[in-house]
């Protein structure tokens, strides 16, 4: 084999590992659900959408931002949260956060690395515009 296609097939093999290890690194996705979206007569081209959020053990979100406000109600569990330019907060099952339209959402996981979290979060938004926007 040629020199070459063995330095080919090492980068190939430690690519190929890289990819797995960050894949195993990652943390898993949270689970989003709608229960609620809703045009708001009074206030033209607004509208709430309500959505339960759960994230698995170790979960997280990625960076984002929703161009809204955003209101949330921890149902269960512990999160931790952050903005950009403030510090992370810890809140347990009873607790609020909020996020404004201009907000950079940085942290947003599980507190726990052994149990489900779950929170509610009230939306308003511009009518049918995205409510979640990775950076």
Do not use: Q
């Not at 952050?82 to 810890?90: F, P, Q, S």
Request: proline share 7%; aromatic share 6%.
């Amino acid at each position: 084999m040629s020199t070459f296609r063995k330095i080919s097939c090492a980068v190939a093999i430690a690519c190929g590992c890289a990819s797995a290890a960050m894949a195993h690194t990652a943390a898993p996705h949270p689970t989003v659900g709608t229960l609620m979206a809703k045009p708001l007569a009074d206030l033209p081209g607004k509208e709430v959408i309500v959505l339960t959020v759960e994230y698995p053990p170790g979960g997280a979100d990625p960076i984002h931002r929703h161009d809204a406000h955003a209101f949330v109600y921890v149902v269960e569990g512990s999160i931790v949260m952050g903005l950009k330019g403030g510090k992370e907060v810890t809140l347990k099952a009873g607790e609020t956060f909020y996020e404004g339209p201009l907000d950079i959402h940085t942290v947003g996981r599980n507190a726990s690395k052994t149990a489900p979290a779950k929170f509610v979060v009230m939306i308003l938004k511009d009518k049918g515009a995205e409510f979640f926007k990775p950076l």
